[in-house]
């Protein structure tokens, strides 16, 4: 015994992210790391889905004569998944933590030994396990896509360069934010009004993009955009690249993965963002001057 403990112990920490058919949220994960770190001096495995982590430890890999105690993490205590659960580890101690107890008499309930509840008919509910761990901040990404852009005919390279753009950029460590520069009062899901993109624009640590105003809008707001023109030799977001004199601009032929990690690096780092913020103070209203000229309207 080591302060009442078993001395040849070995857990298994399972949790909806375990099962094929389950799912893995932030919220799992979160309350998993936060279990972790409680058993940091203690032996133990962590089951995965392979769905969500291939080549990691899974259930089937799991012989249930290699462990003492199954726990499981976060989620409603129901289904099919945990009765199978109980049965494979019916020779272990099962605990379960941070769950929420909808039926106290269900058999996936009552399967444990313990039960730890965040929340159940009968308990006062507790703070969830999520809200525990430090977290490490990641860079935030905004990415804008340009549509199909048919008026480019032949020259068009969109479906090419997106794939491989959006491939390279799920292998970044970063949050991923999906923005679309077209604005709709009645889709809650498109900004309304300019001032709103603006205001999220504006907050991000850098903007991803094949799209023109992707990157007038990431300069403006003096965040650094990594723009990749996706049409051949280069059209409209070269050409816009050259009159901010912003360099972390790729044509179609150019986006290779080194040149795309050397541009992600420098756009997160001092002097991507610095160059950002010249870039946002360097107004040109050159155009507006050229269009009062067109009216035979007096200069301003």
Known sequence: MRDGYVAHVRILVTGWFSFVDGEATAGDVLSLEAVRSALADL???????????????????AAPRTYSHVVFVCGPLHGPQLRRLHE??????????????IDPRDPAVTGFDVVLPRDAPDAAP??????LPAHAPVPVAGVVLAP??????????????????????ARRDCARLVLDTRL???????FGTPDQLLSVVGRLDVVVTTRLH???????????ALAVDPVRRGAKVSAQARTWRWPATLTAEEMTEDA???WWHWCLGTEGRHAAARASRDTDDALLGDLRTALGAPPR
Not at 126 to 131: E, G, K, N, P, T
């Open 184 to 190: 709709d009062h009645d889709d809650w899901r498109c």
């Open 214 to 224: 992707g990157l007038v809008t990431a300069l403006r707001c003096g965040v650094p």
């Open 126 to 131: 507790r703070r969830d396990l999520a809200a």
């Open 148 to 169: 199909g852009q048919a008026e480019y005919g032949a020259e068009r390279r969109h479906d090419e360069v997106h794939e491989r753009l959006t491939s390279w950029l």
């Open 88 to 101: 494979r580890y019916a020779a272990c101690r099962r605990i379960a933590v941070g769950v929420s107890v």
């Open 43 to 61: 032996p133990y495995d962590v089951a995965w889905s392979p769905v969500f982590r291939p080549g990691a430890l899974t259930l089937d890999e």
């Open 260 to 262: 795309l990690d050397r």
